[in-house]
């Protein structure tokens, strides 16, 4: 019995330690899952077959996983120690721009935060709760630009351009104005546009949360590639 117990002490401690050690490796593998890769451009175009101003509103795009319009999130989680990177995404984004001139005039970008979901349940549910998200009051966010910008030198090749904007972004009720850049490019009878955005949660009244074993990073990438149309 002694020896049963002595073997039986010496099991929970190796089950523990392996517990400690493997816990972020399971989490990751199989909790959390892979992160999907950044957002790029298509890398495959044809050469533009429409003129460039005009009204464009954002369709769904290719059915290409890779490529069809979608936005979402992508932000690093600490287990242990160990960080691991996760991300959310929806297909759900409308909005539309206007180009006179070469110029890009107008633009918005409305994503459903709702439908935001990630290859973990529990998390999507955390996410859309009212201590983070609460998307119940704020089912959706906003990008919207702030002042007209030269579009001219986007060729009708299909090769991208790299464009400086000023927008303000508005999640949770909360706007802000934001820097970035938009990755534009031709194709066909579409107009395609690709960016992130480094963000604070706290700027836009979201509180990482930490639950103990895994704890939430306080910044992260706000990510969009959106396909438009002629309308």
């Known amino acids: 019995m002694k020896k049963f117990l002595l073997w039986g002490g010496g099991l929970l401690v190796v089950l523990v330690v392996v517990g400690v050690i493997a816990g972020p490796w399971v989490y990751k593998h199989w909790i959390a899952g892979e992160p999907d890769k950044a957002l790029s451009l298509p890398s495959s175009t044809q050469a533009a077959s429409v003129g460039l101003d005009g ?41 539309q721009s206007t180009v ?40 959706t966010a906003t990008w919207k630009l702030d002042a007209p910008v030269d579009l001219s030198s986007v060729p009708e090749s299909g090769a991208a351009v790299p464009i400086a904007v000023n927008g303000t972004m508005t999640i949770k009720g909360q706007a802000r104005q934001i820097s970035t850049t938009l990755n534009v490019q031709r194709s066909g009878s579409t107009l395609i546009a690709q960016g992130s955005v480094p963000v604070t949660w706290t700027d ?4 990482p949360p930490s639950l103990g074993f895994v704890e939430v990073q306080p910044t992260g990438t706000v990510e969009f590639l959106v396909n438009l149309t002629k309308s």
């Open 55 to 95: 009204t464009w509103t954002i369709g769904a795009g290719p059915s290409e996983a890779d490529t069809r319009t979608q936005a979402g999130y992508r932000v690093d989680e600490t287990l242990r120690g160990q960080k691991i990177t996760v991300n959310g995404r929806t297909t759900k984004v409308t909005g």
């Open 204 to 207: 836009y009244g979201v509180t």
């Open 100 to 139: 006179a001139s070469g110029k890009l005039e107008s633009a918005t970008i409305d994503v459903d935060v709702a439908s935001i979901t990630s290859p973990e349940s529990q998390r999507d549910n955390r996410f859309r709760g009212s201590s983070i998200m609460d998307t119940g009051r704020y089912p």
